[in-house]
């Protein structure tokens, strides 16, 4: 297959688009044909864990899919449609046909009271039931008296769906990118992350570590991946959970169980020069929860815009396609690619010449200054990692406590390790 590209950002708005509408679930249809649609751009890696599957304390579950869903009124004329929105209809909702009174339909509908024309989002994966999601304006417009409720809707023994996209490194130590493909109509939550992740997938070239990039639904995909790769968990060397990555708030980064594992240090250095907050790790939210887990304790943080329930459009048809930008999506994009480009290159050397400072002229690495405007600064880190590689202090220690910026202490490493100087 040929792999169409997400170099521009009218390419990621138009994969944004592409993927909003569609009926997404922890499992079924939607979920393949997300997949499929992201595979027009990366290549994945499918898989299919059947129904029944034992998966840590869990269980897969039957698959769900839906065909058509609405509630019609007396004149046969529909009320609630699935066809218009995918929202309408509780996820995993059993089959229904049937005729009803509103006093009786009352109890399987959802509203918003306080946001009369929005239509929540709502969920019963593991607990049979059906029900509606509709604007609280369209509930107090229906009349008293008989409705014809249909949901055609399956939920029988398949399969989960997830997939894998792996860029090869120079070391198999892992970064894992994980992003939850079960929400239906959500632009921001999570489509905008699913999209990102794929463009930032086709940014990465010959990386030092193994990039992995997991698309699965919420909670239930996670676990089956650890379930799963619990050997390779422990080559994992950071991560994170992307999720509500188009909205126009500022961004967030989520810490990991840890607090000061390597990916909370290197997101605290990038986000500095942006607005932005952090916030400490709580066992609520995404699947950072999962891959934090005390018996895993992986360095997996989370990156967002505005949290999850941050925001009145969370979970409700608010978060459609005008609530997310295409600015926003491309400063998170930035923030993954400025993250990589530390986190690739952070290391700790040896200097090979540590009793006193070593005679940079006679190597070049002086005359290699002249006449840059940096000269000065790129002398400094110079002077800096020589002092700080001691095979315990990182280029990122270097650049905290010398002030100076990543790349030029980076770029200086890079130059003694050349010479001689350092050892890795």
Same mark, same amino acid.
């Given at each position: 297959?040929?792999?169409?590209?997400?170099?521009?950002?009218?390419? %990621?708005?138009?994969?944004?688009?592409?993927?909003?509408?569609?009926?997404?679930?922890?499992?079924?249809?939607?979920?393949?044909?997300?997949?499929?649609?992201?595979?027009?751009?990366?290549? %994945?890696?499918?898989?299919?864990?059947?129904?029944?599957?034992?998966?840590?304390?869990?269980?897969?579950?039957?698959?769900?899919?839906?065909?058509?869903?609405?509630?019609?009124?007396?004149?046969?004329?529909?009320?609630?449609?699935?066809?218009?929105?995918?929202?309408?209809?509780?996820?995993?909702?059993?089959?229904?046909?049937?005729?009803? +009174?509103?006093?009786?339909?009352?109890?399987?509908?959802?509203?918003?009271?306080?946001?009369?024309?929005?239509? +929540?989002?709502?969920?019963?994966?593991?607990? +049979?039931?059906?029900?509606?999601?509709?604007?609280?304006?369209?509930?107090?417009?229906?009349?008293?008296?008989?409705?014809?409720?249909?949901?055609?809707?399956?939920?029988?023994?398949?399969?989960?769906?997830?997939?894998?996209?792996?860029? &090869?490194?120079?070391?198999?130590?892992?970064?894992?990118?994980?992003?939850?493909?079960?929400? +239906?109509?959500?632009?921001?939550?999570?489509?905008?992350?699913?999209?990102?992740?794929?463009?930032?997938?086709?940014?990465?070239?010959?990386?030092?570590?193994?990039?992995?990039?997991?698309?699965? &639904?919420?909670?239930?995909?996670?676990?089956?991946?650890?379930?799963?790769?619990?050997?390779?968990?422990?080559?994992?060397?950071?991560?994170?959970?992307?999720?509500?990555?188009?909205?126009?708030?500022?961004?967030?980064?989520?810490?990991?169980?840890?607090?000061?594992?390597?990916?909370?240090?290197?997101?605290?250095?990038? %986000?500095?020069?942006?607005?932005?907050?952090?916030?400490?790790?709580?066992?609520?939210?995404?699947?950072?929860?999962?891959?934090?887990?005390?018996?895993?304790?992986?360095?997996?943080?989370?990156?967002?815009?505005?949290?999850?329930?941050?925001?009145?459009?969370?979970?409700?048809?608010?978060?459609?396609?005008?609530?997310?930008?295409?600015?926003?999506?491309?400063?998170?994009?930035?923030?993954?690619?400025?993250?990589?480009?530390?986190?690739?290159?952070?290391?700790?050397?040896?200097?090979?010449?540590?009793?006193?400072? &070593?005679?940079?002229?006679?190597?070049?690495?002086?005359?290699?200054?002249?006449?840059?405007?940096?000269?000065?600064?790129?002398?400094?880190?110079?002077?800096?990692?020589?002092?700080?590689?001691?095979?315990?202090?990182?280029?990122?220690?270097?650049?905290?406590?010398?002030?100076?910026?990543?790349?030029?202490?980076?770029?200086?490493?890079?130059?003694?390790?050349?010479?001689?100087?350092?050892?890795?």
């Amino acid at each position: 297959m040929t792999h169409g590209g997400l170099e521009t950002s009218a390419d %990621l708005r138009e994969l944004v688009e592409r993927l909003y509408p569609l009926c997404r679930s922890i499992t079924g249809d939607g979920v393949r044909r997300t997949l499929e649609i992201v595979g027009e751009h990366i290549p %994945l890696e499918i898989h299919e864990v059947p129904t029944g599957t034992g998966v840590l304390d869990w269980t897969v579950p039957q698959e769900w899919n839906i065909r058509d869903a609405y509630i019609k009124d007396a004149s046969g004329r529909r009320v609630v449609d699935f066809q218009e929105s995918n929202l309408h209809v509780v996820g995993y909702s059993v089959p229904v046909s049937r005729k009803m +009174p509103l006093t009786e339909l009352r109890e399987h509908l959802h509203t918003l009271p306080d946001r009369p024309s929005w239509v +929540p989002y709502r969920t019963s994966y593991y607990s +049979p039931t059906w029900g509606f999601c509709l604007a609280q304006e369209t509930l107090d417009a229906m009349p008293d008296g008989e409705y014809e409720v249909h949901i055609d809707s399956t939920l029988a023994d398949g399969s989960l769906t997830y997939a894998e996209h792996v860029v &090869p490194g120079e070391v198999t130590d892992e970064v894992i990118i994980s992003c939850h493909t079960c929400h +239906p109509s959500l632009a921001n939550d999570n489509v905008a992350g699913i999209a990102i992740a794929a463009a930032f997938a086709r940014t990465l070239e010959k990386p030092h570590h193994t990039y992995r990039f997991l698309f699965m &639904p919420g909670t239930i995909g996670a676990i089956t991946w650890l379930a799963r790769n619990t050997e390779r968990a422990g080559r994992i060397k950071a991560g994170l959970v992307l999720a509500c990555a188009g909205d126009p708030g500022s961004l967030t980064y989520k810490r990991s169980r840890r607090g000061d594992a390597e990916i909370d240090r290197v997101l605290a250095y990038v %986000l500095a020069d942006r607005v932005h907050q952090i916030v400490d790790f709580s066992p609520y939210g995404y699947d950072e929860r999962q891959f934090c887990s005390p018996g895993f304790n992986l360095g997996v943080g989370s990156l967002t815009r505005t949290p999850y329930a941050g925001y009145p459009e969370y979970h409700t048809s608010a978060d459609n396609l005008d609530f997310v930008s295409t600015a926003a999506m491309e400063e998170t994009l930035q923030t993954l690619k400025d993250t990589h480009a530390v986190l690739d290159r952070n290391r700790s050397y040896v200097n090979l010449s540590p009793y006193g400072e &070593p005679q940079l002229g006679k190597r070049g690495l002086y005359g290699s200054l002249g006449g840059r405007s940096d000269a000065k600064q790129a002398q400094m880190a110079m002077l800096w990692v020589l002092n700080l590689s001691d095979g315990e202090h990182s280029l990122l220690d270097v650049a905290e406590r010398s002030g100076l910026p990543f790349d030029s202490v980076a770029a200086a490493a890079q130059a003694l390790h050349d010479a001689g100087l350092l050892k890795d």
